[in-house]
């Protein structure tokens, strides 16, 4: 048989808070370990003869804050495995057991598993202190929050928010740069030293971007950010898209949002999309931010569609979004390697073959080309149809010999023209001919699309090169001739 585990709080350090029950249990302990000294009701024990092992020296012995705790969790056990029947270890902590204390929970994973009898006696926690001092009451809506683990996705801004364990100034700025992702910074939130500790007690306002400034952060630390109905706080939330969105959609929302639907808003989507290209060539952040938002509305707007009869919901989107990313990417969530982007790309296709198995679909039976969208842009489709092919051999040996197939189709196109095809044969000759100029982009490694684009974009700065020389000279591109205007387009070949 072993020693018991008696797990007790110490309170949020007003010694007067002790209760005679926990008292008594540290006095008649066989052992008592405490996990740190640094705690005001210390001096108190110390006056009642509670003798006592601290697992200070484990922080400074262990790199991270889970090798401490796991460490504290093997000596207790090790102690009571090998102690008497009846005896029992004490174990001590600062607060309450059950608020933020990760040994205590693999404490009772452990003792659970081990056999070992385990009792919890709770104490003050510093969330009772931090409601009585910092004035709010949590059934309003109320969260709390690791500030060595926080993210700003766990902020919700119509909750009171207490945040523990900002042991130091430089934990207190990673709450800082969480918090600025959603608040103002010059929102105004509370840093609390010692609360309800006599003497030792701080409770300081300031605006999120001073917080890193404050003095005094240590065990004993905890920032509090009030809840706000503020409008601003919400709009920087996806609950308040998704809620924007339905509302548009809803009775008493807008006219023209609830006539739409899928087939009326699919031109949109590909504009929309065309538009945040756009952006991209022309490296405007700016102005991709706008275009993204603009995207991201014809995502929720066929999603909100398909709520209000109930087959999906954006939420539903994005859930299978996340499955799938996280399946097809073994390499990163996973067991699998990949040492560089082609071992990723080769991952992604077999967990892709992998998924259509699943669903009941022989990828071995499926055409090579399969997975190609209709609806591509014809260039684009193009590349894709042949990037699709060349992985099973059907491709030239080199770029020589796209080339010359180019070569080929040029002529045909050329014979068609002067010997006065049929129209049909001659639009025939000239799609062969792109055909085989987009897979010369696959041998240069480009996209014959952006290619394109910048050809494009080249051509439009070079004729309106030529429209402002013209005006500068009193003229317009309709009233000079076509030797003018090549005249200039020589000189703006070598401008722009």
Known sequence: MSASITIVGLGSGNPDRLTMGIVKTLQQASEVFIRTKEHPVMSVLDELK???????????????????????????????????????????????????????????????????????????????????????????????????????????????????????????????????????????????????????????????????????????????????????????????????????????????????????????????????????????????????????????????????????????????????????????????????AEDALQNWEQMKAEEKRRKGIQPEQASVLDGIPRDLPALMKAYKLQKKASKVGFDWDQINDVLLKIEEELAELREAVEKGFDPEEQVAELGDLLFAASNAARFLHTDPEEALSRTNRKFIRRFHFIEDKLRSEGKTVEESTLEEMDEIWQQAKNQV
């Open 50 to 340: 509670v003798a006592m092992q601290s697992f200070d020296h484990i922080y400074e012995a262990r790199d991270s804050f889970p090798e401490v705790y796991a460490s504290i969790a093997d000596t207790l056990l090790e102690k009571a495995a090998s102690g008497d029947h009846g005896s029992v270890i004490v174990y001590a902590v600062p607060g309450h057991p059950m608020v933020a204390e990760s040994t205590v929970q693999i404490l009772r994973e452990r003792c659970l598993h081990d056999g070992i009898e385990l009792s919890i006696l709770g104490g003050e926690s510093f969330l009772d202190e931090a409601f009585i001092r910092l004035g709010f009451d949590p059934i309003e809506g109320f969260q709390l929050l690791d500030a060595s683990g926080l993210n700003p996705s766990f902020l919700q801004p119509q909750l009171h928010t207490v945040i523990g364990q900002v042991y130091d100034s430089f934990t207190a700025s990673d709450v800082k740069l969480a918090l600025m992702e959603l608040y103002p910074d010059d929102y105004t939130v509370v840093v609390g030293h010692a609360l309800g500790v006599d003497g030792q007690e701080q409770i300081i306002k300031v605006p999120v971007y001073e917080l890193d400034r404050v003095e005094g952060y240590g065990n004993l630390s905890l920032i509090y950010v009030p809840r706000s109905d503020a409008e601003m706080l919400r709009q920087r939330t996806f609950a308040r898209l998704h809620e924007i969105v339905g509302v548009l959609r809803s009775p008493e929302g807008c006219p023209w949002d609830r006539e739409q639907t899928h087939e009326s808003l699919r031109k949109n989507l590909i504009e929309e999309t065309y538009e945040v290209i756009e952006t991209i060539d022309e490296d405007d952040p700016e102005h991709m931010q706008e275009e993204l938002g603009d995207l991201l509305l014809q995502v929720m707007l066929h999603s909100q569609m398909e709520e209000e009869v109930g087959t999906f919901n954006v939420f539903d989107v994005i859930q299978g979004l996340n499955d799938k990313l996280i399946f097809r990417h073994p390499h990163v969530f996973g067991q699998n390697k990949a040492e560089d």
